[in-house]
């Protein structure tokens, strides 16, 4: 469970990026959270990581979020960055993924299965033993993927997975995140993709909860989410 | 490809060398780290007119080289910027020191010539032997070594990110200058009237970016441990080159061996 109690946060003062935010995500579902360039999509998953510092108070778990839970409060978040670029920092792509199982405890044996099957999941096997700096972007996204599937989270926290992906392994993550029965949060421009793989919609707007409620319902109020720089899933603009 | 990418793929290629196999490759952290550090004690231990001794002392580098498999011309193309600074260093001894300390086939040579080439000589072995040491044992193993020899853990992760640091500064210098070579064609390098602005974007952003990294780092169970980073355990054969290797070095140290085997060969 996750618990949002009137949460603000701001890079600088008197300039909230997020606004007396308030809601309850009970385990196993999974939200989409959707809004404009600046919204405050990233800096929501931040402050729930607590690489941010914030007020009000966020719990996860039993968990309150604050510098002495850090470490139980991480070891049940998985984040995927927004930048892949900054999620990989070993020389290889199986290095990083064994990372987090072997800093969690996993013997060298256990973390080389997590990190065979979270490849195997992904379809790119073929890249495990590749040097991070040698690969594309897109294969570089879906080994960060790779990474946080193998440290198996309670919460899966994704920041724009499928950007930088060409359909077909658009199609793979998509496939993989419905197939994960965990809580999620997924932010993402690509509303055809929260439409498949989230029951549940946060729209936020200059830090604040402009809607939230069933994905159908807010995936298909044009009015909403043209109000908010958004347009209607592909596959409901009728064309 | 601009200078600046191609220092950073340089930068990166040591972390492939470091993943070659070989029996130096597989030998534990500890044991690279301990022989090194006491052959560079040793070699800038030698006295300054020591020529004669210090010449053995390449055996270590050029053994290593050998069974490493890491070529030698990759070492001093990485380390051409250094090496003329480290030579550069006793250039000035002929000058000084003039006093005659041997002949040649009656030439004679000044003892600041010698404590030259004994200095230049010292500074190529060091380097070498620091650069075998990082090409054939990963950033992380080296932690891993650092903190189970107790060293804070605090210096050793600052260490880790100061490497990690340099290549996102190096990536991004790179990423600048090209953004800014497409919209300056034309023009040499960056305009001194911009270096100002490029310089704080580039802290900004290089620190935002490694910032990132450290933080990709502790949310995946970083916490100043490096028990990923620990191969096996130390075997016979580490703890045998831990003992062997600095006992021969010491023993190269204390024993003029050039001069030993040369007496031996003439009979005296
Ligand atoms: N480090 C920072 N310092 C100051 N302001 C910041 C910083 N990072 C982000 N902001 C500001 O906070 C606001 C929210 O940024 P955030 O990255 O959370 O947006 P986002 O919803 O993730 O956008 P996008 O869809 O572009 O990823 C933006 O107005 C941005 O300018
Ligand atoms: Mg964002």
């Known amino acids: ?239 | 490809m601009d200078k600046i990418e191609q220092a950073v793929l340089e930068l990166r290629e040591m972390d492939e060398l470091a993943a070659m196999r070989s029996p130096i490759h597989s030998l534990h952290p500890l044991t690279k780290l301990f022989t090194t550090i006491v052959y560079i004690f040793l070699t800038v231990s030698f006295y300054k007119y020591d020529l004669s001794g210090l010449i053995i002392m390449v055996l270590y580098p050029v053994l290593l080289f050998s069974i490493s498999g890491v070529s030698v011309k990759t070492c001093f193309y990485k380390l051409r910027i250094v090496l003329p600074l480290v030579c550069a260093v006793g250039l000035f001894n002929p000058l000084f020191d003039r006093a005659p300390l041997l002949s040649l086939g009656g030439l004679a040579v000044s003892g600041g010539v010698v404590s030259m080439i004994t200095l230049m000589l010292k500074g190529i072995f060091c380097l070498m032997a620091s650069f075998l040491l990082v090409a054939t044992t990963t950033i992380d193993a080296i932690c891993a070594a650092l903190r189970k020899v107790h060293v804070p853990a605090m210096i050793v992760t600052l260490l880790l990110l100061t490497y990690r640091y340099i290549t996102v500064l190096m990536d991004e210098v790179a990423v600048m200058t090209t953004a800014y070579k497409l919209r300056a064609p034309g023009q040499k390098g960056v305009h001194y009237k911009a270096w100002g602005s490029f310089l704080g974007q580039l802290l900004l952003r290089s620190m935002d970016r490694a910032e990132e990294l450290y933080a990709s780092m502790l949310l995946r169970g970083f916490r100043g441990e490096f028990h990923y980073a620990e191969g096996k355990r130390a075997d016979a054969r580490d703890y045998v080159t831990a003992l062997l290797v600095p006992a021969v070095l010491l023993f190269f140290r204390c024993y003029n061996v050039a001069m030993l085997f040369g007496g031996i060969a003439m009979g005296v």
């Open chain 1, 1 to 239: 469970m996750i618990c949002f109690e009137h949460v603000s946060f701001g890079y600088e003062k008197g300039k909230p990026v997020l606004e007396d935010l308030n809601f309850i995500l009970q385990d196993g579902e999974s939200v989409g959270l959707i809004g404009a360039n600046g919204a405050g999509k990233s800096t929501f998953m931040k402050v729930l990581l607590g690489l941010l510092p914030h007020e009000g108070t966020i719990l996860v778990d039993e968990y309150e979020v604050n510098t002495k839970n850090l470490k139980e409060i991480r070891r049940k978040l998985g984040f995927v960055l927004q930048n892949s670029d900054n999620q990989m920092f070993m020389p290889t792509v199986y290095e990083d993924i064994a990372f987090a199982p072997l800093n969690y405890g996993m013997t060298k044996q256990e973390a080389e299965e997590a990190a065979d099957t979270a490849l195997e999941k992904l379809g790119i096997t073929a890249l495990k033993h590749r040097h991070n700096h040698k690969i594309s972007g897109g294969e570089k996204r879906m080994a960060a993927i790779a990474t946080v599937l193998a440290m198996n989270p309670d919460v899966l926290l994704m920041d724009e997975p499928t950007s930088a992906l060409d359909p077909y392994n658009r199609r793979i993550i998509i496939n993989t995140i419905s197939s994960l029965e965990k809580t999620k949060i997924i932010t993402s421009h690509d509303l055809d993709m929260i439409m498949d793989t989230c029951q549940r919609v946060i729209l936020l707007s200059k830090g604040k909860i402009a809607a939230d409620g069933p994905a159908r319902d807010i995936l298909s109020n044009r009015e909403l989410l043209e109000a908010n720089r958004m347009e209607l899933p592909l596959r409901l603009q009728g064309i």
